[in-house]
């Protein structure tokens, strides 16, 4: 999500610049240079934590317990980022705007769920996309959070 305000919810939808594409080649080429022979073990612990935390978001999302789905979320984007992929991350911290700064009005507990639905997408699309380039690093088993 790409915006000049200070509010990160000013620009909800995705940016031209954070579609899949070059964008991905660039952080899969950072990733295997990055970690070289590690890399297999890297995507293994990172998707084991992070379908993890993507079904603790969703739990937590469903009771509407917003304080713990900002963590879980904020901890989501926080791996991703670390990974280069920052859209996740984007999200995850427009996400706990909304959830501190949004009026708490009726239709609140929509625009919470819909934008801590939107910080799971971002995770789907980036394991998505990693499962696509690095087939042969992914175990079968944790190539779903869904």
């Keep these: 999500m790409t915006s000049t305000s200070d509010?990160?919810?000013?620009?909800?939808?995705?940016?031209?610049?954070?579609?899949?594409?070059?964008?991905?080649?660039?952080?899969?080429?950072?990733l295997e240079k990055n970690f070289g022979g590690a890399l297999k073990t890297v995507l293994a612990l990172y998707l084991e934590t992070s379908n993890a935390l993507?079904?603790?978001?969703?739990?937590?999302?469903?009771?509407a317990y917003w304080q713990e789905a900002v963590r879980v979320a904020i901890q989501i984007g926080d791996k991703a980022d670390a990974l280069g992929f920052h859209p996740v991350a984007q999200a995850a911290h427009a996400f706990a705007y909304a959830a501190y700064h949004?009026?708490?009005?009726?239709?609140?507990p929509h625009r919470l769920r819909s934008d801590a639905?939107?910080?799971?997408?971002?995770?789907e699309r980036f394991r998505l996309a990693l499962e696509m380039r690095f087939r042969d690093h992914i175990a079968p088993g944790l190539r779903s959070v869904a």
């Design 7 to 30: 509010d990160p919810n000013s620009g909800r939808g995705p940016a031209e610049a954070d579609a899949p594409g070059a964008s991905d080649a660039a952080v899969f080429a950072d």
């Design 54 to 63: 993507s079904e603790r978001l969703q739990d937590a999302m469903a009771c």
């Design 102 to 108: 949004d009026a708490d009005d009726d239709d609140r």
């Design 117 to 123: 639905q939107m910080v799971v997408l971002e995770y």
